[in-house]
């Protein structure tokens, strides 16, 4: 698709957040491409301790706010509101950090971070791995809007057979969902290999444009006995089966009217992510509520 053809964002929230657009370890000193928000961008690493350098190519190459973190670049098209959201645990040293994935696909950027929030489609979607059959239950939770202006969902419990790649069995899994920016997700998980701490799957979305983004991955676990490739493959083969299913969706944008799709228990996270999306008046990859 042509960025000419691409509508630019007009949504002031949107564009002063950071957003993820490529993984450091795919960087390097060359100029690399991507779409933004209907920008195209020029990027490359530069330095002995390697920063990165964004450029918005449509306006005589101006360069961007960037910042590297949690293993990937982020640009901002706007003036920054803030710092990047505080993610601790990927500078904890006896993590294995991946990132895991860089993958396009044809939907929104908030369906995305809706289906990362749904247990519900574990059994059916992730079978054999995240969930199976009869364990089909979404037991009752807590989803809140905290005082940070964050989502948060507590007392999440799933049984999944293959909780992680390192696991060996079937367990009971715990979750923590934190969304702390209307395009990014973070699952905090019990972690099979030590019961007093949580591994962490993270999910950064660039807004390609409006119904198409590049869903980047991190995984920051606890595992002394998976390799880097164990953890990437599995997370691939994770978000090889969300992919058809993200595609699939419609409306591609994300209806933020509460009458538009049939809620059920379930859905709580998803009921409370579209309220929180409409109170900061997000209007961009959603279909707003009717006044």
């Known amino acids: 698709m042509s960025t000419k053809q691409l509508q630019p964002c007009s949504d002031s929230t949107i564009l002063n957040q950071w957003h993820a657009i490529a993984a450091v370890e795919d960087t390097g000193s060359q100029w690399h491409y991507t779409t933004l ?140 969902y934190r969304v702390p920016h209307p395009y990014c997700a973070v699952l905090y998980k019990s972690c099979p290999s030590d019961e007093s701490r949580m591994d962490v799957i993270a999910l950064f979305v660039q807004p390609v444009d409006e119904v198409n983004i590049r869903a980047h991955a991190l995984v920051s676990v606890i595992d002394e006995h998976s390799s880097v490739q164990a953890i990437r493959t599995f997370q691939q083969t994770i978000f090889g089966q969300d992919k058809p299913i993200l595609e699939n969706q419609l409306p591609s944008k994300l209806p933020l009217d509460p009458r538009a799709e049939t809620p059920i228990r379930a859905d709580k996270s998803a009921i409370i992510y579209r309220r929180w999306l409409s109170r900061m008046g997000i209007t961009y990859g959603v279909i707003p509520a009717a006044a």
């Open 37 to 176: 928000l209907g920008e195209s961008l020029m990027y490359r690493l530069e330095g002995d301790d390697p920063g990165a350098h964004v450029v918005r190519q449509s306006v005589a190459q101006q360069p961007l706010p960037v910042v590297c973190d949690y293993g990937y670049i982020w640009a901002c098209l706007g003036e920054p509101s803030g710092p990047l959201f505080p993610l601790p645990e990927f500078h904890e040293p006896d993590r294995v950090n991946v990132c895991a994935c860089s993958v396009g696909v044809r939907v929104s950027a908030p369906r995305a971070v809706e289906n990362f929030l749904d247990m519900g489609h574990f059994p059916y979607v992730h079978t054999g791995i995240l969930g199976e059959q009869p364990h089909t239950e979404v037991r009752e939770y807590d989803v809140e809007i905290t005082e940070d202006s964050e989502v948060i969902a507590t007392r999440c419990r799933f049984y999944q057979p293959q909780a992680a790649a390192g696991a060996t069995g079937g367990m009971l899994t715990e979750y923590v």
